[in-house]
């Protein structure tokens, strides 16, 4: 059997060089944006979501609700669920981040990002370091795929005791159901994950019952970065 054809490999291990660069700087700007930011709460969502949607007005009222409670809202940036979370920020006078990614697709930032709080990136992986070292919760309103990977990033680091632990909650019932139930019929019945695994997040509906979720955790009022 013939090798495979590399021709370009030596091109490429050049580049992964220079990537080292671009990873770095990119780690440098956000940490010297957010350093000083304080604890705030990440919101994820669908960037689909129109702002005449349930969703839409839902996440501007939690988000609008968490800012009284004293955090900033940290959220991808873009439109939709992304869009809603800054809304809410931007209304209640609180810190609003976004953490854009350059995409194929363009994706335009929202306008209710606060200026010196736009920060973009390249690559998924270091934003989503900047999604959990500030967060003293997570709040995950119906999305896709980009939506899941920040929802199961965060148990994980919190299974594994990468992180300690904050509250992750998830918003609407109905649309995670069908996640939770294969979670328990399928994860937990082949002892993938433990009972416990279970406990690491929440399902509400309302932005009250969001509130009570984070009050409930942060009874002492002691935040700091998680990393």
């Known amino acids: 059997m013939s090798k495979p054809k590399s021709l370009n490999w030596h091109q490429h291990k050049t580049q992964d060089h220079w990537m080292i660069f671009r990873v770095i700087s990119e780690f440098v700007e956000a940490f010297d944006s957010l350093e000083s930011i304080g604890p705030c709460v990440s919101i994820f969502g669908s960037a689909q979501t129109n702002p005449d949607h349930s969703d839409y007005k839902l996440t501007v009222d939690i988000s609008e609700a968490i800012v009284k409670l004293g955090f900033g809202i940290i959220s991808g940036g873009g439109p939709g669920i992304m869009e809603a979370a800054n809304k ?3 209304q209640a006078n609180g810190t609003s981040v976004g953490l854009h990614i350059e995409l194929p697709a363009e994706q335009i930032s929202n306008p209710y990002i606060d200026k010196d709080r736009l920060i973009a990136f390249r690559y998924f992986f ?55 139930n294969w979670m328990e019929g399928v994860l937990k019945k082949t002892g993938k994950i433990g009972t416990d695994d279970l406990q690491l997040f929440s399902i509400v509906d309302t932005a009250d019952q969001v509130i009570a979720e984070l009050k409930g955790f942060h009874k002492k009022g002691i935040y700091r970065p998680n990393f």
Request: avoid cysteine; charge should be positive; glycine fraction near 12%.
């Open 88 to 90: 809410g920020a931007y």
């Open 126 to 180: 270091t934003r989503k370091v900047m999604f959990v070292k500030y967060a003293q919760g997570f709040v995950v309103l119906p999305g896709g795929f980009g939506t899941l990977d920040e929802f199961f990033e965060a148990v994980t680091l919190i299974q594994t005791q990468k992180i300690n632990r904050f509250p992750i909650i998830l918003v609407g019932s109905e649309y995670w159901k069908g996640l939770v």
